[in-house]
């Protein structure tokens, strides 16, 4: 699915979002470089990646500020198995495509108990 998206080379913060067919419910942290965003139906619609350069860059050195300044188009590839969520982020920029995947994210780890409750 593409997804919307806005780089911020100054700060090096890639925010990426789908709110076309839900809005936010909540925003978690997963850790010191990734806040995720929830709808109401536990789907992942959105992710705010600090330090976008390094954390992709650490995977692939191809992907540094200028790459992500240049990006043309972002999908995310998004599975969900008995408690997790696994994604894969493809980045294009110019004529190269990377595709990067996520760590597992454990749902119950993720979801607070306002979503639940409803």
């Known amino acids: 699915m593409k997804y919307n998206f806005e780089?911020?080379?100054?700060s090096d913060v890639?925010?990426?979002?789908?709110y076309e067919k839900s809005?936010?419910?909540?925003?978690?942290?997963?850790?010191?470089?990734?806040?995720?965003?929830?709808?109401?139906?536990?789907?992942?619609?959105?992710?705010?990646?600090?330090?976008?350069?390094?954390?992709f860059g650490a995977f692939n050195k191809e992907v540094d500020k200028k790459f992500l300044s240049n990006l043309k188009e972002i999908m995310i590839e998004q599975k969900e198995m008995r408690n997790n969520w696994f994604l894969v982020i493809a980045l294009k920029?110019?004529?190269?495509?990377?595709y990067q995947p996520m760590p597992?994210?454990?749902?119950?780890?993720?979801?607070?108990?306002?979503?639940?409750?409803?």
Do not use: W
């Not at 890639?14 to 789908?18: E, G, T």
């Not at 936010?24 to 705010?48: A, F, H, R, T």
């Not at 920029?93 to 990377?98: D, E, F, L």
């Open 7 to 10: 780089y911020d080379a100054e």
């Open 14 to 18: 890639l925010s990426i979002y789908n």
């Open 23 to 55: 809005r936010p419910e909540e925003s978690v942290e997963i850790n010191e470089y990734i806040v995720m965003d929830i709808d109401k139906n536990n789907k992942i619609i959105g992710l705010e990646i600090f330090d976008a350069s390094a954390f």
């Open 93 to 98: 920029s110019g004529n190269s495509v990377v």
């Open 104 to 118: 597992p994210l454990r749902k119950s780890e993720y979801i607070s108990p306002l979503i639940t409750s409803q």
